[in-house]
C-alpha cells in the first residue's frame, strides 16, 4: 500500500481512500467509478511548489498538466492551490476559463494548434502560447497583428534527450513530431524567425523529454543541454532566455517494478533539476531565467483509483483464469495501449491473501480489453468489488465511450465526504449527438 495517499485497510478489511470505504463508495455511487483523493493532490502540487519556493527563491511556477486528468474542479484546486497549468486543446483550455481559472497562468501547447484554439487562446488573453512549427507562428503573428496585440511564446526545442523510465538516449537529430532540434540548427532558425515576428514575443525555451521517468540524470542532462543551447543563442543572436520551461515527466508507482515515491522524493527530482540549472546559469554568467515545470501524472496518477464490481469469472483449465469487470479499455486504455501493469486488489476483501493468478478483462467486444494481466488475487466472486490503483492520470483523459459504452463518473473524496466532479452519463448522453437526415425517417 502507498502510505503517500489516504490509500489504507480499515477496521472491515476494506479498502479506505480520503476516509471513506471504498465498498460503501461503490454502493453510494456505482461502479465503474473513478475516485480522486484531494489530499494527495494538493500534497504533490504543494510539494513542487515548494521546492521552486525553497530552492529557487519563489522564481518559477508549477505548471499542472492538464492532459494526465482535467475536469473543472482540479482547475479549481490547482487555482486554490496557486499554481499555473498547462493545456493543449481548446477543450482542456475552455474547462480552465469556465472553472475560472487565471489565464495569465495558462501555458498552451500542441504541435498542431488549430486557428479555431489560437483565436480562443487569445481572447481568453492566455498568458503563454509555446510555439512548435513555422505553421503556428505565422498564424499567431497574423491574429495577433489583426487584434493590435502582442503575445508571449516559448518555443519547443528537443534537446536531444529522449528518457523512458529507467533508461535516457542522447540523440543527435530526433525523429519527434515536437519541437526543434538544437543539434542541427533548426531550433535556432526558429528562433530566429521568432525573433523576426513583430506581434510575438519570445520569451524563452521549453522542453519535455519523455514521461514515467525515474532516472534523475535524465533532467539533469537535459537541464544542460538546453542551457548549452540557450548560452550559445544568446552569444550567436543576442536573445536571452527569460523563461525556461523543463515540462513533466517524473515517475510514479503503478506496482512494485516500480519505486515507490514519497512527496519528498518527488521533490527530490526537482532539486536536482534545479541544482543542475544553477550550475549552468552561474558558469554561462546567465540571468536566473523564470522556471516552469509541467507534472501531469505525478501529481494525479497516484491520487486515483478506479473501483469496478466483478462479473463473470471465467476459468480456462490449466490456461488462463479471466475475471471481468464492470469497465474496460474504454475507461483505461492503457493495457491496450501500452501494456501498462497495474496493482488490482479486492477492495472488500483487502487482508486477504492472494491465492491465483488472473487477467482482468472489460467488457468491450474485443479480445485486448484488459486492464491487467497475471496479477495475484484472492479467488474473486462474482459481486466482489475491486480496486485498481494509480489510475488517476491517463484514465479519465484517455477514455471513451467505445461499444457506446458510459465514461465513468469522477468523485473527489477528502476526509469522509464524497462528492462528484465529473457526473455519470445516461443512456440520453449516449444518443445526444446522433443525428437522423430525414430521409432514415
Ligand atoms: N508537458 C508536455 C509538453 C507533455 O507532452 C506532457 C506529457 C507533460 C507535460 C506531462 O507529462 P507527465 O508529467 O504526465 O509525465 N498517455 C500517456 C502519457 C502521454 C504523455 C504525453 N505528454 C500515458 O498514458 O502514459
Not at 471504498?22 to 473513478?34: N, R
Not at 487482508?351 to 493468478?357: L, Y
Request: hydrophobic share 40%; with cysteine; net charge neutral.
Amino acid at each position: 500500500m502507498n502510505e503517500r495517499t489516504t490509500l489504507k485497510i480499515n477496521e472491515n478489511g476494506h479498502l479506505e481512500i480520503g476516509g471513506m470505504d471504498t465498498v460503501d463508495i461503490a454502493k453510494k455511487f456505482g461502479t465503474p467509478v473513478y475516485v480522486f483523493d484531494e489530499a494527495h493532490l494538493r500534497n504533490m502540487m504543494r510539494a513542487y511548489q515548494d521546492v521552486i519556493d525553497s530552492d529557487y527563491d519563489g522564481f518559477g511556477l508549477v505548471l499542472y498538466a492538464s492532459k494526465a486528468f482535467s475536469c473543472k474542479a482540479v482547475y479549481s484546486i490547482a487555482n486554490q492551490e496557486n499554481i499555473g497549468v498547462d493545456v493543449v486543446s481548446g477543450g482542456e483550455l475552455y474547462t480552465a476559463v469556465k472553472a475560472g481559472f487565471p489565464t495569465d497562468k495558462i501555458y498552451m501547447h500542441g504541435n498542431n494548434k488549430l486557428l479555431s484554439e489560437l483565436e480562443l487562446a487569445l481572447n481568453c488573453k492566455v498568458g503563454t502560447i509555446v510555439v512548435d512549427s513555422y505553421h503556428e507562428a505565422d498564424i499567431l503573428d497574423k491574429l495577433c497583428k489583426e487584434r493590435n496585440l502582442k503575445q508571449n511564446v516559448l518555443v519547443r526545442i528537443n534537446p536531444g534527450v529522449e528518457a523512458h523510465t529507467h533508461a535516457f538516449i542522447q540523440t543527435a537529430r530526433t525523429d519527434s513530431k515536437f519541437g526543434f532540434s538544437v543539434s542541427d540548427g533548426s531550433a535556432e532558425d526558429m528562433i530566429r524567425y521568432l525573433l523576426s515576428k513583430k506581434n510575438l514575443v519570445l520569451e524563452g525555451y521549453h522542453c519535455h523529454i519523455g514521461s514515467q521517468i525515474f532516472e534523475k540524470q535524465s533532467f539533469v542532462l537535459a537541464a544542460k543541454k538546453v542551457l548549452d543551447f540557450a548560452f550559445k543563442i544568446k552569444n550567436k543572436l543576442g536573445f536571452e532566455l527569460k523563461k525556461l520551461n523543463m515540462g513533466g515527466g517524473f515517475g510514479i508507482w503503478y506496482n512494485d517494478e516500480d519505486p515507490k515515491l514519497k512527496p519528498e522524493d518527488h521533490a527530490d527530482y526537482l532539486k536536482t533539476l534545479i541544482s543542475a540549472i544553477k550550475t549552468k546559469v552561474k558558469e554561462y554568467k546567465l540571468n536566473k531565467p523564470y522556471l516552469l515545470i509541467e507534472p501531469g501524472r505525478s501529481i494525479v496518477g497516484e491520487a486515483g483509483i478506479t473501483l469496478y464490481t466483478v462479473g463473470a469469472v471465467k476459468d480456462i483449465a490449466g490456461i488462463k483464469k479471466y475475471v471481468a469487470v464492470d469497465g474496460g479499455m474504454f475507461e483505461n486504455p492503457r493495457y491496450a495501449l501500452y501494456q501498462s501493469k497495474y496493482t488490482v486488489i479486492l477492495a472488500n476483501r483487502a487482508t486477504e491473501e492472494c491465492t491465483e493468478m488472473v487477467s482482468v478483462a472489460g467488457k468491450c467486444c474485443e479480445s485486448g480489453d484488459l486492464i491487467a494481466v497475471d496479477v495475484p488475487l484472492p479467488k474473486a466472486e462474482s459481486g466482489d468489488i475491486m480496486a485498481v490503483l494509480s489510475t488517476g492520470a491517463y484514465n479519465y483523459s484517455m477514455a471513451s465511450n467505445y461499444n457506446r459504452n458510459f465514461i465513468p463518473p469522477a468523485i473527489l473524496v477528502e476526509n469522509g465526504k464524497a462528492d462528484y466532479i465529473i457526473k455519470p452519463q445516461t443512456f440520453e448522453d449516449i444518443v445526444r449527438n446522433d443525428a437522423t437526415p430525414d430521409r432514415l425517417k
